[in-house]
Each structure stands twice: as C-alpha cells, then as structure tokens.
C-alpha cells in the first residue's frame, strides 16, 4: 500500500500540502517498520539469538530494574506461557537471569546478564552511533516533536494491538 506522493525524492521542500505531508509519513512510517525489523533481525542474527529474543533484550535493557515473566508478556505482547519459554531461552544462553524478588520469595525477577548487557551493549556501539548521527542534525523542538510523535504513535501501537488480539 504505497502512498508516495509525487514529491516524495524531495524531502526538504517546504511547499507540501497536508495531505502529501500526511501521505509521506504513512508511507515513511511502514518503511521504517520494514528496515527497522530487518535490522532487528540482522542484529538478532549477529548475536545469535532470535528477533523476539533480541526485542526482549531491548525491552529489559530499558527497564530500570529486574522484571516479573508477567511484565515481560506485558511489554511482548506474549501468552504467560510463551513469555516464560522466552524467559527459559535467555536465562540458557546467559542472556537473562532469574533473581530472587525482594519482596515476595515465591517470585523471581528477571534482568539481563551483566556479560549480556555487556556483549550487546558492543553490538549496538556502531549502529546506535549512526542512529545518532541522524538525530544530532535535528534542533531541539524538531527533537521533541519526533519524541512526541514516536511516544503517542507507540501507545495507538498498543492499544491497537490490544483490540486485534481481543477480536474487537
């Protein structure tokens, strides 16, 4: 489903109308879904894990702390049971590791392996300086409208994904 507007090889213009603004970040927008899932791949690949298990590496580096299985499922989007094989998976490779939760012993946490963290950390050293490299020649509000816009896209992401999987 292309949208491409007719000035589409041209993204410095300043002339565009709503509609070809709109049309071109759709368009954009599915691009950069494609690229960035065989990126993921490509970086799951490197790694030698698979793209599920590299986006629930992602996810757990961005988390402050140690995680329940059940916050796992949550931010996958996993059954409870698919979230814990994943959790299985990781904690065998030397990915994750279980800890103890401080506050209730019949529960574990899980968090990324310290060595874990370190290995991908590297992986990531050369794309995250070239992802940045494309935001540094961005102002500041131009920065907070990406934000912005990534942010509140995410969250219509969830919810979507919430309707569909309820059979709404």
Not at 71 to 89: E, F
Request: net charge negative.
């Amino acid at each position: 489903m292309s949208t491409d507007s007719p000035r589409s090889s041209d993204p410095a213009r300043d002339e565009w109308s709503r509609a070809e603004l709109l049309a071109r970040i759709v368009t954009e927008s599915q691009r950069h879904y494609a690229d960035y899932s065989l990126f993921n791949q490509a970086m799951a690949d490197h790694v030698g894990l698979h793209p599920t298990d590299m986006q629930c590496v992602g996810l757990l580096d961005m988390e402050p702390g140690p995680v329940s299985t059940g916050d796992i499922a949550r931010l996958t989007g996993l059954t409870s049971g698919s979230a814990t094989r994943l959790v299985d998976r990781l904690v065998k490779a030397g990915i994750a590791e279980r800890l103890a939760d401080p506050h209730d012993r019949r529960r574990s946490l899980v968090a990324l392996a310290p060595e874990a963290r370190r290995r991908i950390g590297e992986a990531w050293d050369t794309p995250g300086r070239a992802f940045g490299a494309v935001l540094e020649s961005y102002s500041d509000s131009e920065l907070a409208v990406i934000a912005d816009y990534l942010h509140r896209a995410a969250e219509v992401g969830r919810a979507q994904a919430r309707r569909l999987n309820s059979g709404a």
